[in-house]
């Protein structure tokens, strides 16, 4: 186990968003969440579709959030900004090569289409970027959850 697995969140700071998006769908859960918690305790949630070697469409995931009124319950951008400030060596011991998404901040860009953050390893650093709801989600893909 790491030295401290907590994150610590000032939710009173507001996320850093991409110039190209146009419209921050649920601006309403920006600053919901815990101020601080154990990397540890947070859920690697996966779609039933995406158990088992399946895939599924991102939207098909937000749409099961959304109907289940979990999304409220999702990491958001803040989340992972705070996670990659931790470092490579932090997400390597907590996520081991998957990619993990903050649901909670759902964008829309130019032309509607959605589009999700999500933290990864790339190149020996924690990368922050965007995936399409449009694209395929595979089982190491989770969203990160707060414990209920």
């Given at each position: 186990m790491s030295?401290?697995a907590?994150?610590?969140?000032d939710?009173?700071?507001r ?7 146009k419209?921050?769908?649920h601006?309403?859960l ?6 601080e ?5 947070l859920e ?5 579709g995406?158990k ?12 099961h959030?959304?109907?289940t ?5 999702c ?6 900004e705070?996670i ?12 081991q ?9 759902v ?10 953050p999500f933290l ?5 650093e924690v990368?922050?970027c ?6 395929d ?12």
């Amino acid at each position: 186990m790491s030295q401290t697995a907590n994150i610590r969140v000032d939710r009173t700071i507001r996320p850093i968003y991409p110039d190209w998006v146009k419209e921050v769908l649920h601006p309403e859960l920006e600053n919901s969440g815990p101020a601080e918690y154990d990397v540890g305790q947070l859920e690697q949630w996966l779609h039933d579709g995406q158990k088992n070697g399946g895939w599924v469409k991102g939207q098909v995931i937000y749409d099961h959030l959304e109907a289940t009124d979990t999304l409220k319950d999702c990491a958001s951008l803040r989340d992972l900004e705070e996670i990659q400030k931790k470092g490579v060596s932090f997400f390597r011991e907590h996520f081991q090569g998957k990619v993990v998404y903050g649901w909670k901040s759902v964008v829309r860009r130019a032309g509607g289409y959605l589009f999700v953050p999500f933290l990864c390893e790339d190149g020996g650093e924690v990368m922050q970027c965007w995936y399409w709801l449009g694209d395929d989600w595979l089982g190491s893909y989770p969203a990160l959850c707060f414990a209920k």
